[in-house]
């Protein structure tokens, strides 16, 4: 098995995994909208287009992880694995394969929470008097939300690196005796 099949897996079974969060969300939306719709009107316009934002992000990121799974392993990939034609996969490359995953679930959960921190923001300033001290919290939200994705597409785009890294400091700490 080549080691894009090997990331192709688990890219198409995150996929699987966002649609069926993307459901809960549709659900979770679905009776919070009742609640705003009900409580505050204004809000409700923002609120319906955050939802469907954030629902439409989820689909579309869930569609394109299950279809082209193998397209996506490929853009993940290092240039120097995939010459190779191995039926076997070494530690490094399953290690770097795990990290590009993890790289992906970081993105995947950091991208709806950036879109829902940046309209809450949005609302806040038009509304600062009323809510005198959520802008300050919703902005540090928002920073570490998108320290979270910067660390996503890290993990994503250098996992190589970071296996190298990983594997350097075990070696020197075998190494080292007290």
Known sequence: ???TELLSIP???LGVYIFYSAFLAVIRHYFALGQVAATNPDVYKTYAITAMLEVSV???AAFLLVKLPLTISRLLSPMQAESTLSTSITFDQ???VALCILGIYILTKATPELILNAAWIIHYVSHSEAYPGALTELIINELVTVVEMLLGIFLCIKSDGIGLLIN???RSGLTTSF
């Open 94 to 96: 399953l290690q770097s």
């Open 58 to 60: 989820m689909l579309v």
């Open 1 to 3: 098995m080549k080691y």
């Open 168 to 170: 350097r400091i075990r």
């Open 11 to 13: 890219i198409r079974v």
